[in-house]
């Protein structure tokens, strides 16, 4: 799938989002190797540190829906400079794949293009990489 067709699940997914507090609408749509797409947007809470952001929602949705191989990752706000998923969305998405393709784009259209492993370096694994049994065992 082109980077354009995620951006545009992603903006989509934006307008869904629960941000009445922060203002702050955030998308994101996740390809899967599977060839489909999730998506999730930010949802909010009165009480705010139980809020959850977009990325970490697209991906909760896909891997309860069995997945477990992803290929990218589209973020979409509206801000100056395209935002980066914050550090326990990182962590969390680090735990299924290390190297993730990362989009991030503002609502002019400005893209930038980010390596998970750029952005969370030497990321906390409980497991070797090269376990022979699965880990969800
Ligand atoms: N937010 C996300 O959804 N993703 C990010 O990567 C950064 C922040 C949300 C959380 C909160 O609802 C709002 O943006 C403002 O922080």
Excluded: H, W
Aim: hydrophobic residues 40%; aromatic residues 6%; glycine residues 6%.
């Amino acid at each position: 799938m082109r980077d354009s067709e995620l951006i545009q699940r992603a903006r989509k997914a934006r307008e869904l989002a629960y941000a009445p507090y922060s203002k702050f609408k955030v998308g994101a749509a996740l390809l899967a190797k599977s060839g489909k797409v999730y998506t999730g947007a930010n949802v909010e809470n009165a009480s705010l540190g139980l809020t959850v952001c977009a990325e970490r929602l697209a991906l909760l949705k896909a891997v309860t829906n069995g997945e477990k191989d992803f290929v990218k990752i589209a973020v979409v706000a509206d801000k100056d400079e395209p935002i980066t998923p914050c550090g326990a969305c990182r962590q969390v998405l680090s735990e299924f794949i290390s190297d993730l393709r990362i989009i991030c784009v503002n609502l002019e259209g400005k893209i930038k293009r980010y390596n998970l492993k750029k952005l969370l370096p030497d990321a906390f694994e409980k497991f070797d990489k090269d376990r022979s049994t699965d880990a969800s065992d």
